[in-house]
């Protein structure tokens, strides 16, 4: 993936910085990356709402009817899954606490949206596939594993949100490397409804999910922000 290689790099390059940061915590770095694994029993409990149940919400609007069927953002909807691992890695070598803040971010929020999948299942109508292109198969792919429920929030919006928020705020990254990362997180937000996966409400509540736990979940870091930039403005205020 692109986004490696713009980080701030020192004499050996972005990959010699990484290496020489896992040699010299490796094993917190496989205890981190084990506890990946319930993000795939999160999975498995997705799975399992992952159907017709009888009754299926339509939350489809005028937005929907604008945005048509478009085949080509399949490419960004499927990057999602490195875009995923490869910041779960990236945080796994060098911030333990953000790998964590950012994993039991992503955990509670696929359980949440579980819970309003189990109690208010939505589903989304998806177009009649023709043609046998690259991108028409790889569409037929998706639709064929993953069926068209658990709809809202949606959680690929969900995890490219969570992510993107922890790259922009975090240090080591380039500013270039933020800029990318922002545009490939809008261009996943953008594939879940040009390939007829989500509707606009399900991307919006994935949004306004991921920020909330993102709060939750640095809830004395923006404080501090906040109470850093209030006090000058008080103490002018205070002067005047």
Known sequence: MMIMYVYKRDEGGFLEEMKSY???????VIKRLICTVSIAMCSLLYAGLNANRGVVHDVSTRVDAAIPFNKFFII??????GYVGFYLFYFAVYDGEKFFNLLWGIVSGMLFCCVIFYFYPTGV???????????TKLVRLIYSNDNPYNCC???HVLDSVLIAAYVNRDSHPTLKTKIIS???SILIILSTMFVKQHYFIDAVAGAALAYFIYAAFNYDEIIAKVTEKRVPYLEAEEKR
Do not use: A, H, M, V
Request: positive net charge; hydrophobic residues 35%.
């Open 125 to 135: 109508k998806r177009p009649e596939l023709q043609g046998n292109d690259i991108f």
């Open 22 to 28: 896992i040699s010299k915590d490796y094993k917190n």
């Open 182 to 184: 922002t545009i490939i």
């Open 153 to 155: 929030p949606s959680i």
């Open 76 to 81: 960004p909807y499927i990057i999602w899954y």
